[in-house]
């Protein structure tokens, strides 16, 4: 059974169905007929203020205002418009079609000859204008009473941060959609100009008082709408928020637009939002352009680095794109994302192959002859590697080796190496096998291809991240488990990571180690206590946070990638050239076969020991974070 409101709702969608055009132009010609009459019954009481001598004359003076005026209004196309969802655009349009209507009028009685002044045409054109248009807000404000009248589902009292122009469209939005779950109450806004007066019909309330309106108006939900806002203070919003107890969400804005306005959506907050470093982004069409038409080879192309890398280079045009990876089913999931994306548009080859095996690698790069060619195959779990050392110098170390002696053959352009922040100083087997695969790297300047590395921290959302983890034990109702509250990271998301090899790749020249400048440090325990609450969960409430200790190879910090009095600026100035001096390949040479030799043994403590003999840099974890608390690293927290 329909409510009263439905049928009224119904009853007026009728009339804005099939006949809405004829009988909204009735509607306006009436209203036109009205007030010429009653301008008529004035003009002949004051005759000689205002002459009219002749009826028939009038009469067709009124004509010449119904042509000029509905000519203009169709031209205009004021009958296409539905008024109940229309914009400020549209009621221009109706006054500016009404005034270039009587002003058509009047040019037309002057040619025909039955002007009789310009009263008549002025009057009754500006009334018949205001007539129209209180009759079309008359008419939204009834439709969105009935539309009122018809939501029966509770609503979510709301507040809106950020009283802009985005907040507005928020509101507005949230105030006439039926289906909508929010009830905006007030805004919160910094702005003097702004607090304590009305936007939209709603009260705007200082920053400082808004915990106070939230208590008293039961307000349980609240949607930052501030354009563009960098992820400190997204940050510092959620947990000033959260912790008074409301559900904090963000209105994004869309780029496409609907029906005229822009569009934008409510959405939860993401992790990505709540890093303490606004995401870069490099859209440097040059390098971009760099990549087109070129054959592009990625080993690891299946994993959550060279997924991505696979992804903008295919975006780049590229002549051939070449995914490698031991890995079937990642590499089946990238090539069918691909091809769904790209179809015939991309020449695409995927190819199953190890970089541990020289032999099928030599295969493929004959086959293909790469122009550039970007390494990002590796083990990378530091506890595992600690476990099975052998198998990191066997597939890190010899790995690279066997991948940049096929670039080199087959006469590549560029080799990228993909590294880690874990290589500089490094206290674990997969660090220091990194960091030898840098020194790889920088002995071949004497290459006809160039050789480049690039050097980043932990990403988020990739496979064996912390993120993923935390997921899933927040999933399972916990414990979420962290090693340490003391211990720091630098993050960066998969597409920051991406574009900074991309970005190497077309700039690289000789032997450069390329790193990015991470920005402040995150505690893995805010990084727990924010995942939690970002699934409306309350930390050490809902979710116990459990301390278990340092897992092997692990050290409380990373150590900051920039340090700017010994690093070149790029272009990009987030991006800087360490400057490192390279071993010879003899020496290199000798080193990895001291590696090699303690790897066919297979025993990690004589890799770990071969390790400290090559990579001069090598420490004990142990030491390291006995240090920790003094380190330049944790004091910035």
């Not at 280079?313 to 990642?330: F, M, Q, R, W």
């Not at 190819?351 to 550039?372: C, G, H, N």
């Not at 595992?384 to 590549?412: I, Q, R």
């Not at 309350?538 to 092997?552: F, Q, T």
Request: glycine share 8%; charged share 25%; proline share 3%.
């Amino acid at each position: 059974m329909l409510l009263p409101g439905v049928k009224k709702m119904n009853l007026l969608g009728r009339m804005e169905g099939k006949y809405r055009k004829a009988i909204l132009a009735l509607f306006d010609l009436l209203c036109l007929a009205a007030v010429d009459a009653l301008f008529y019954l004035m003009a002949r009481r004051m005759h000689h203020s205002i002459p009219v001598d002749d009826g028939a004359v009038y009469l067709f003076n009124s004509l010449l205002l119904v042509v000029g005026m509905f000519g203009f209004r169709a031209a205009f196309g004021v009958y296409r418009t539905v008024w109940r969802y229309t914009s400020t655009k549209a009621y221009f349009s109706l006054v500016t079609a009404d005034c270039l209507g009587g002003v058509a009028a009047v040019g037309m009685a002057y040619l025909f000859r039955s002007y009789q002044g310009i009263w008549h045409f002025l009057t009754v054109a500006s009334l018949t204008a205001l007539t129209s248009l209180m009759a079309r807000f008359s008419y939204r404000l009834l439709y969105k009473k009935m539309q009122r009248e018809e939501w029966s589902n509770p609503r979510k009292n709301t507040a809106i941060v950020g009283a802009g122009q985005l907040g507005t469209l928020l509101a507005n939005d949230l105030c006439s959609n039926p289906n909508s779950e929010y009830n905006p109450l007030f805004f919160i806004d910094v702005d003097p100009g702004k607090i304590g007066n009305t936007v939209s019909g709603l009260r705007v309330v200082g920053g400082d008082k808004a915990p106070q309106f939230i208590r008293d108006n039961e307000v349980t939900d609240i949607i930052v709408a501030i354009p563009g806002i960098d992820s400190e203070n997204a940050a510092r919003l959620y947990r000033r928020y959260t912790e008074i107890g409301c559900r904090v969400k963000i209105y994004d804005r869309l780029t496409h637009e609907i029906a005229g306005s822009r569009s934008g959506v409510i959405r939860n907050f993401e992790i990505e939002d709540l890093l303490f470093r606004k995401p870069m982004k490099i859209n440097d069409q040059k390098v971009l352009d760099y990549y087109a038409g070129k054959t592009v080879l990625v080993t690891g192309g299946g994993g959550s680095i060279g997924s991505e890398i696979c992804r903008q280079i295919a975006s780049c045009g590229p002549k051939k794109l070449i995914v490698l990876d031991i890995y079937e089913n990642n590499a089946y999931e990238i090539q069918q994302e691909l091809l769904w994306h790209y179809g015939d548009g991309l020449d695409l080859a995927v190819e199953i192959a190890s970089v541990r095996d020289r032999d099928r690698l030599e295969e493929v790069f004959r086959r293909y002859r790469p122009q550039v060619v970007f390494h990002a195959a590796a083990h990378k779990h530091v506890p595992l590697m600690e476990h099975s050392a052998a198998e990191t110098v066997k597939n890190n170390v010899m790995g690279t080796v066997n991948t940049a002696d096929m670039a080199e053959a087959c006469g590549a352009e560029k080799f990228i190496l993909i590294s880690t922040d874990k290589a500089v100083n490094p206290v674990n087997v997969m660090g220091a096998s990194k960091r030898m695969c840098e020194m790889i790297v920088q002995s071949r300047g004497d290459s006809a291809t160039s050789f480049a590395a690039v050097r980043f921290g932990n990403v988020l959302g990739s496979n064996g991240s912390v993120i993923p983890l935390f997921k899933k034990q927040i999933a399972a109702g916990g414990p979420v488990t962290i090693t340490d509250k003391r211990i720091i990271r630098y993050f960066m998301t998969i597409q920051e990571a991406s574009q900074l090899v991309i970005h190497a790749g077309a700039l690289a020249k000789k032997g450069e180690l390329f790193v990015l400048d991470m920005g402040k440090p995150v505690k893995i325990y805010d990084l727990a206590v924010n995942m939690i609450r970002l699934s409306d969960l309350e930390p050490d409430k809902d979710i116990r946070i459990e301390e278990i200790g340092l897992r092997p190879g692990e050290k409380l910090y990373e150590e900051l990638l920039i340090r700017t009095e010994k690093q070149e600026k790029t272009e990009n100035n987030m991006i800087f050239i360490e400057h490192d001096t390279a071993l010879s390949r003899a020496e290199v040479a000798r080193r990895i076969r001291i590696l090699q030799e303690a790897a066919a043994g297979g025993d990690p403590d004589r890799v770990r020991s071969a390790f400290a003999e090559t990579v001069p840099t090598y420490r004990e974890p142990g030491t390291v974070n006995g240090e920790a608390e003094h380190s330049a690293e944790m004091q910035t927290l």
